[in-house]
């Protein structure tokens, strides 16, 4: 404890030259710059996380059922009376989808159709991403929900006059090669709404239309390409998930909405870690100042180390003293600059303060989002302490102890 009093000393004290206060500031600064960008950078990734979240979970349900390859399977509804009878599942829909070529106005595009039921919303949010028109304003009429993107490329919108036509090669029969047409299926609906999600895989080529519209157009019955579970608020997703994966067997692929999107979730979390690694970097090149602090400090204090070796002090405790003394200076730093980020994340969670830019209505998000994550913050804390111990370390090891 007593090379550790001396080293908060040598921390606290005022120096005799000018020049060694204001390197260890600087020191000190540089480590609390570093790991204040580390915390508000990887509260930033967690706020997007949060979000991609959110807005994912608005069109995908809580709990999907497909086969392993996405292909179609029959008996969707013997199969969805065997998932209603799960514990802790509210409600579970069929799905179909294929691909169309939509056209409108002339203009026309391939798209995924995906055949929903009425009563949709119960396991899915989609309503809410609606930007243009409603979801379905009119129950029971010939409506098509389509994503930005497809109104965008067909020149759609919401309107109840204006055709909006669906075709696909008919799956079932023969046909007349002289009439080519006759190949084709064609359904005409009106554009009710127009949705954006932000994510590409969805407003890019998205139709939703109603289910028994989707199964004649594309010649289904009883097939499904999805079935898509909501759950119960008091149990536990995952938990569900495995409940149902265990009744159905490996036959179906039973995914939760991480699991849907573990690509883009992945993905999100590889850039989060890459810039963690670069700021890293950073927080390396700030230690070298404490490099030269030290280096200074342990010139200032030769006199004194002389009186503590003559007092009876070893080598290494004079060593020890200089040891904490780095480590002191990283973890002040670390400590104001962990808080201070802290602070801030909180107050950019709470108030919005710094803003994304551009025009707010047609953003879905006018500011930076942002979650401190205690993990984070415990994983800053161990860089600066293993970088102070290190800084500390070296500069130790350049002390020449003379009797």
Request: glycine share 8%; charged share 20%.
């Amino acid at each position: 404890m007593f090379a550790l009093r001396v080293a908060l000393r040598y921390l606290l004290a005022k120096k005799s030259h000018a020049a060694v206060n204001v390197i260890s500031m600087i020191s000190t600064a540089g480590i609390a710059v570093a790991a204040l960008a580390m915390v508000c950078v990887l509260s930033v990734f967690n706020g997007f996380t949060d979000l991609a979240s959110e807005r994912l979970s608005a069109i995908g349900p809580e709990i999907k059922v497909t086969r392993p390859y996405g292909e179609v399977f029959s008996g969707a509804d013997s199969l969805e009376s065997v998932i209603e009878r799960v514990d802790g599942v509210k409600a579970v829909k069929r799905v179909i989808e294929q691909r169309a070529l939509a056209v409108s106005d002339g203009d026309q595009m391939p798209v995924r159709v995906r055949g929903i039921e009425s009563d949709y919303s119960e396991v899915s949010s989609l309503g809410e991403l609606v930007i243009d028109g409603h979801m379905n304003e009119y129950p029971g009429m010939p409506y098509a929900l389509i994503s930005v993107g497809v109104a965008v490329n067909t020149g759609a919108r919401p309107s109840y006059e204006k055709p909006f036509l669906l075709m696909a090669p008919r799956r079932l029969g023969r046909f007349n090669p002289a009439f080519p047409m006759a190949a084709f299926k064609t359904d005409t609906l009106s554009v009710s709404g127009v949705f954006q999600s932000n994510q590409g895989e969805y407003d890019e080529d998205l139709v939703f239309v109603p289910l028994e519209r989707a199964l004649d157009l594309f010649d289904y019955d009883t097939e499904a390409s999805s079935l898509d579970v909501s759950v119960e608020p008091d149990y536990d997703i995952a938990e569900v998930a495995e409940a149902i994966q265990r009744t159905l067997g490996d036959g179906f692929v039973v995914a939760d909405s991480l699991k849907q999107q573990e690509a883009s979730f992945r993905m999100i979390k590889i850039e989060k870690w890459i810039t963690f690694l670069m700021l890293l970097f950073v927080l390396v090149m700030a230690s070298f100042n404490i490099l030269s602090t030290m280096s200074m400090l342990i010139i200032e204090k030769e006199e004194n180390m002389r009186i503590l070796t003559a007092m009876g002090a070893s080598g290494s405790m004079l060593r020890r003293i200089f040891l904490y003394e780095g480590m002191l200076i990283a973890l002040l730093g670390g400590a104001i600059g962990i808080t201070v980020g802290l602070i801030l994340c909180l107050l950019q969670q709470h108030f919005g303060i710094i803003t994304l830019g551009g025009d707010p209505s047609q953003m879905s998000i006018s500011y930076y989002p942002c979650r401190p994550e205690l993990t984070d913050l415990l994983v800053t804390a161990g860089v600066v302490i293993v970088i102070g111990f290190i800084s500390g370390y070296l500069s130790s090891r350049s002390i020449n102890v003379k009797r």
